[in-house]
């Protein structure tokens, strides 16, 4: 699909009922005309319906793997004309409405007139903008734009609708009449209500910069996207356009498309099956030899790396000369005994767990959250390119050892030779203790000539785990499932065991190669004690939510709605206002083990310094899939919140509680009956 028609889509779904900034997928019922050939879709039923008909924003924790190079080749070449494609030309306001009704005069087939008549009430705004977005999502764009037009006819004054048809216009090349509506808008002063956070100016710069690159006004259309993509993430076409923009003024145009690629603003990182002894693939080169390589969303723009902890190893003695080398070998080839059982334990330990991999429903298989983020720290060391970047570091420290090591090792055994032949010369009857000390210098010197490098290669392997432990402590306080947090510990704790014992041989091979035969061993200390760390917690008293009060049309609803999650799960939650900051709610929560929960009571909203404080009381009912009802009883909670626009972030800081339900007196629980049953 080229990308006008994507265009089409962003500018109704951004504006329309349940929409979105993006594409929207199919799923609208269908009927054919025919007389005409056209295929419509039924009017929607419900707002809940409409919203089905689209996927969800693409968020920074998308997990998708994406073909770049195929992607830019087919977007560019089903775009090669967009730029200049229209012809400036003089117009005005009333004149591009006048257009927008010719236009639908002319595409408005029976099947069009039919579905009309089914929309609920005459005249109806917002079903005829739920219609528009179900025909665009379709693929119907004259179908859609006739709609737009039924909009204004019943609603000439309002703001969205004009929005709307704004950007159908660019779409389907009238790209003059397009800037004249948004022209009017601004003489109005008009402010559109699009969903998702997404603010009126953040969509009405988007559609004129679009109409501008129409009209091969570049320098313009650039400053208007631009302004865009540096605002609104979500708003990736925005950066696309500025790529086919790079593309056409022989710039380069990479930046800008991967910025589109997802819709969570993130840069782009090779996810895994690549050579670590090459660079980071290009992911815009097409290379036979490295076909596998992935490229996905960097890691690091999802996580919240407060909840993580940068990883330590215990330190690890160096030998200073020979006679501390021979003790030290003896200790180290214990110590790595002794992990080599600790590692194999771990692993079992982590093994026997088994928690759910998946969830079968009697449509599909789905992974669990838990399984997705173990399988995330197994690929992190791929997933994430500063890990990479401290991967490959290791990689070349032990190459530059390899080449240095057989050299240090013959300087070494070349002087304690000479030193032994001059032994003999000037004591024939040399014991193994004054060989010893003849060889010691030799290996003294080998011990500071290689000591360097072995701690090069510590340092290195230390930084790794540091930044690692970091990465995947923190993904831990994103699993609340017992089970799976535990399994996740037994790995970075398998890793943590992993690392100390690279550290181990290596500094063993230090000593070894200052470990002198027929010498007494010295003293030393040995490697400090290996400590587990612990990883973030999923923690249910923190919160972020969206609330709504309108359909985004003027359509106000006679409720507020909000949705809220946590790492645990998630609540949909009404609530009707009666006073000031008085409101009734209903709430209903379900959590990640098939849990639920319903909370209904009055509700006190208040702010104090900036801040947002609720305090809700009533009766709470609490149960599971299989089990039903478990509790009910009285309830009161308190949280803190924090808002920008619709979007609030909350913090639970009360939450008191009494049950109802008599303590059992030993033998089975007490089994309430599920609700709808008798």
Known sequence: MDFAAMNMRLCLA????????????????????????????????????????????????????????????????????????????????????????????????????????????????????????????????DAAFCYLVYAHEADPKNADVLSDLAGALAMLGYANEALAILDELAKRGAVITPPMGLSSEDVLEYTRGYALLRLGEQAEARKKLETVRDRQPLLSEAPKLLSLLDAHEDKDPRKNFLLGVWRGRAKVAVAADVDAKKPEPDAFTEDEERENDIVAIDVRSWLDLGKGKVGVLPNV????????????????????????????????????????????????????????????????????????????????????????????????????????????????????????????????????????????LDKAVRDRFAEWHLLVTALGGEVGDAKWREYIRGSIEAERTAAFLMVIHRVDRHARMGAVPFLEMEPTSGPGSKEEQGMGNCDGNQSVGISVNSLGAGEVLPFDLGVEATCEGLSLEAGVSVLPGLQISGEIGVDKKGGYSVFVGPKIDATVKGTGVAIKQGFTVSGSRGKGVTDFGAKIETKASVSVGAVSRSTKIGDQSMSFLPAPRGGPPVDLVPIGTK
């Open 14 to 141: 951004v504006v329309l009922v349940g929409g979105f900034a993006g594409l929207a997928s199919g799923g609208a019922l269908k009927a054919e005309d025919a007389a005409s050939g056209t295929t419509v879709a039924t009017p929607p039923t419900s707002e809940a319906e409409i919203a089905a008909q689209v996927e969800r924003v693409r968020t920074a924790g998308d997990f998708r793997n994406v073909e770049v190079a195929e992607e830019w080749e087919d977007f560019e070449s089903e775009n090669e004309n967009l730029i200049g494609s229209v012809p400036r030309k003089a117009t005005n306001f009333e004149k591009a409405i006048a257009k927008a009704k010719a236009l639908s005069g002319a595409v408005d087939p029976k099947a069009v007139k039919a579905a009309r008549a089914k929309v609920p009430e005459a005249d109806d705004v917002a079903a005829y903008r739920g219609l528009a977005l179900r025909e665009a999502a379709a693929g119907n764009p």
């Open 317 to 456: 003695p160096y030998a200073a000369n020979a006679k501390q080398a021979n003790g030290l070998v003896k200790k180290f080839e214990e110590l790595d005994e002794s992990e080599e059982k600790n590692h194999t334990a771990i692993l079992q330990k982590r093994n026997a767990i088994k928690p759910r991999k998946y969830v079968h429903t009697d449509t599909s298989l789905d992974e669990t959250w838990g399984y997705r983020m173990e399988t995330l720290v197994r690929a992190m060391d791929y997933r994430d390119p500063k890990l990479r970047a401290l991967n490959q570091r290791m990689f070349d420290v032990d190459r530059e050892i390899k080449k240095a090591w057989d050299a240090i090792k013959k300087e070494r055994d070349d002087r304690a030779d000479a030193a032994i032949k001059a032994l003999y010369k000037s004591n024939p009857n040399a014991g193994p203790r004054e060989i010893g000390e003849a060889m010691r210098p030799a290996y003294d010197a080998a011990l500071g000539q290689s000591r360097g490098l072995i701690q090069k």
